[in-house]
């Protein structure tokens, strides 16, 4: 996989791998951000984003996705306020088992399509 699609310092979240695909795994990407990592025109735009190999991240400095992020991501949702990151939010027992089934379900659903068959990324818009 392109290692330039989320950078190295990032925290993920392999989503076919049980010891990390957990509720605690959630909470913990959820406070790998502070919600004051964007210093641009898109500050405070965060976009939780899921690759074609099942690596869960999640961006900050949101723009626009290029033509290798559609092909290289299985699953792009939609955008969310720096209020939804950060400890607070990680601290938020409803919000975490939100995301996390979120990400559950979409995951599901992509491996049981193929997530390498598919061409560009889904929009994740709502629950499946």
């Known amino acids: 996989m392109n290692r330039d699609l989320y950078d190295s310092q990032e925290f ?7 010891n990390e695909f957990t509720k605690d795994g959630v909470r913990r990407l959820l406070a790998s951000k502070t919600g004051s990592e964007s210093l641009d025109e898109f500050h405070g735009r965060y976009q939780l984003r899921i690759t074609k190999n099942g690596i869960a991240y999640i961006k900050h400095n949101w723009q626009f996705p290029t033509d290798s992020d559609l092909q290289n991501h299985a699953i792009l949702f939609e955008t969310w306020h720096r209020s939804w990151v950060g400890k607070d939010a990680a601290n938020d027992d409803e919000w975490v088992n939100r995301v996390y089934n979120m990400l559950k379900r979409w995951w599901d659903r992509c491996v049981k399509d193929g997530p390498h068959r598919m061409g560009d990324a889904i929009y994740a818009d709502y629950m499946p």
């Open 12 to 18: 993920t979240i392999n989503l076919s791998d049980p």
